[in-house]
């Protein structure tokens, strides 16, 4: 493997702290209302440097100890929901943790699947394995290092389920006591090799699982009209791909320097094959990386967008994209469209776009455009579709994005959802819809949660949220008013 540093970097596996910090105040003060009292009241700019340090690890300390309590709370909110489960209807029982993770995700403004994760954690350490919390509420382990632990039971709860406690419990008495000498990335590490030691006909069936559940091709989007495709399998696999895609976009780099330097020689002022203006004699100023790129496109017989990636490559001709015929939809205020202003549009599940790339996809038959009162931001042109409440269901989708329930955030089977409910307010216009996803719309009610009016949560706990809905063309923020001349 290659290796920033130049020779083999090595970071130790752990270290302990052997500076005794007696003097100071806080010095095995256990965590707690006691420990705060001292830390409010120390002054941090009389601390020399060693203090500095001892004191940060006092409120690491603290901050353990506190994070202890959120998990429990954490674990208590999930309770709640299940206990609960089955009293506003059914179809609820076997949701009841999905809820509580929607909960959790609105709360605390993180998504769902990081709420799954910190309430799987949560309740592995409050409840399953208290000695976890104990060593954290005693700031013995940080919540990080918690995490990596209560993860690996998790995977032991999954492969052993009958003799889970019994490997668990062996599992903490070897790892705990010195947890909290390990960064995170080698305690992970450290758990696994302990793991594999005390059930190690498991550590066999659980590589093979891994190699069939972390072996995926994900997409997402990135700012700057830029996605990324992400692919993760077997290293030698991986690495063998790497080097195939970085020898053919040096193919493909050298030919194109190789053209330039002829087109320079024979005709001056030439375009490049590939659509872009060269300057006389100078190849294409691309980076490995955008050949890389290239490369991989024109292996799957693409061109990119705007040039052709092989001079010498006869089945996709400059500026033609040979591609399957895609449903893309894009989003431009009238302006914008009518090159009378530069506001960004937007590519719906694909982010924002500029101006210039909007306006020549927008004037291409192929797309489906919408175009937008640039104040209000509502629908005046519904592109080329016939039948107004498909294209306003349409729009919907493109406006909205996603789930409207705060902490979800799902972008796929939505439901163009009325609210307030299509029974009260039978009025159907952009206005009074919004995206719901199947759970969120279908099993509000038997889950207890309620959408009063627009945008506007109360969930089974009986707390509110108003959530802010996607703006596919944000506006900015209208200038401060101006402040009273003074009275002189
Ligand atoms: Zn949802």
């Avoid at 996603?402 to 089977?413: E, H, L, V």
Wanted: glycine residues 6%; proline residues 8%; charged residues 20%.
């Amino acid at each position: 493997m290659s290796d920033p540093c130049g020779k083999l970097c090595v970071m130790a596996t752990a270290w302990i702290d052997r500076t005794r910090d007696e003097d100071d105040a806080w010095f095995e003060v256990p965590a707690g209302p006691k420990l705060a009292a001292i830390i409010e009241e120390t002054e941090i700019e009389r601390l020399n440097g060693s203090q500095q340090i001892s004191f940060l690890k006092a409120c690491e300390r603290m901050t353990s100890w506190a994070q202890a309590f959120s998990a429990t709370s954490m674990a208590a909110a999930l309770n709640t929901y299940q206990a609960d489960a089955g009293t506003n209807g059914p179809g609820i029982d076997s949701r009841a943790d999905d809820w509580a993770e929607t909960e959790i995700a609105a709360a605390l403004h993180v998504s769902p699947r990081t709420a799954a994760h910190r309430i799987n954690t949560a309740v592995i350490i409050t409840e399953h394995h208290r000695q976890i919390r104990t060593a954290l509420c005693q700031g013995h382990i940080t919540y990080s290092q918690a995490t990596v632990i209560a993860e690996a039971i998790a995977t032991i709860d999954r492969e052993n389920p009958h003799t889970a406690y019994d490997i668990g419990y062996d599992l903490l008495e070897a790892v705990l006591p010195t947890a909290g000498n390990y960064p995170p990335a080698r305690l992970r590490e450290r758990t696994r090799h302990l793991l594999d030691r005390i059930a190690p006909e498991a550590a066999t069936t659980r590589r093979k699982k891994t190699l069939r559940e972390r072996t995926q091709c994900n997409l997402w989007n990135d700012t700057d009209a830029l996605a990324t495709l992400a692919i993760t399998g077997m290293t030698i696999d991986i690495h063998a791909l790497h080097q195939h895609l970085t020898a053919h976009a040096e193919t493909l780099r050298d030919a194109d320097i190789t053209l330039t330097e002829e087109a320079s020689g024979q005709h001056p002022g030439n375009q490049s094959v590939d659509g872009s203006e060269q300057i006389h004699g100078q190849p294409t100023n691309r980076t490995l990386g955008q050949w890389r790129v290239a490369a991989a496109l024109h292996l799957a017989g693409i061109a990119p967008l705007g040039m052709a990636p092989s001079p010498t490559d006869s089945h996709t001709p400059s500026g033609k994209r040979d591609t399957p015929k895609l449903d893309i939809r894009i989003i431009i205020d009238l302006p914008t469209a009518l090159s009378l202003a530069n506001h960004p549009a937007h590519l719906p599940g694909y982010g924002p776009l500029d101006p210039d790339l909007a306006r020549h996809l927008a004037a291409s038959g192929t797309w489906t455009r919408w175009i937008t009162d640039p104040i209000t931001g509502h629908l005046l042109d519904d592109g080329n579709r016939r039948l107004p409440t498909a294209g306003l269901a349409r729009y919907i989708h493109a406006r909205d994005h996603r789930c409207d329930a705060p902490g979800c955030s799902r972008t796929r089977t939505l439901d163009i959802d009325h609210v307030p409910t299509y029974a009260t307010n039978p009025h159907t216009a952009a206005r009074t819809l919004s995206l719901a996803c199947i759970t969120h719309n279908r099993q509000r009610e038997n889950a207890g949660w309620t959408t009063p009016e627009s945008h506007t949560w109360t969930t089974q706990l009986g707390r509110t949220y108003t959530t802010i809905p996607y703006q596919p063309l944000p506006q900015p923020d209208p200038p401060p008013p101006e402040p009273d001349p003074p009275p002189f």
